[in-house]
């Protein structure tokens, strides 16, 4: 699987991004896929994830209620819209692709990790 993310961009404090993870290969056999950010200086920390059926979704407590993830079947395509944005927001954010269950939080539980696209907000 090959994981393509694109989307990031600098913008001021209160606006809107929507960052796309486009995934290619054996996709069929995909169970959920999930975007992780990192700060400069910070560890890796997990943001936002959706099972392939779209059914459930699942968020990081920072992001909550200002970041939404959602899939599109037909074009292999998941998104994070991201509302309300804060400088401390500002990071290399990561999609990821998990071929099996278990935990959605960590980054050592998904196989296929696309490349960063950076992600900056200004005060």
């Known amino acids: 699987v090959q994981l393509q993310a694109f989307g990031g961009g600098l913008v001021q404090a209160g606006g809107s991004l929507r960052l796309s993870c486009a995934a290619s290969g054996r996709t069929s056999s995909l169970y959920a896929m999930g975007w992780f950010r990192q700060a400069p200086g910070k560890e890796r920390e997990f943001v936002a994830a959706?099972?392939?059926?779209?059914?459930?979704?699942y968020y990081a407590d920072s992001v909550k209620g200002r970041f939404t993830i959602s899939r599109d079947n037909a074009k292999n395509t998941v998104y994070l819209q991201m509302n309300s944005l804060k400088p401390e927001d500002t990071a290399v954010y990561y999609c990821?692709?998990?071929?099996?269950?278990?935990?959605?939080?960590?980054?050592?539980?998904?196989?296929?990790w696309g490349q960063g696209t950076q992600v900056t907000v200004s005060s």
């Open positions: 959706i099972n392939w059926s779209g059914f459930n979704t």
């Open positions: 990821a692709a998990k071929y099996y269950s278990g935990s959605y939080y960590v980054g050592s539980g998904y196989n296929y």
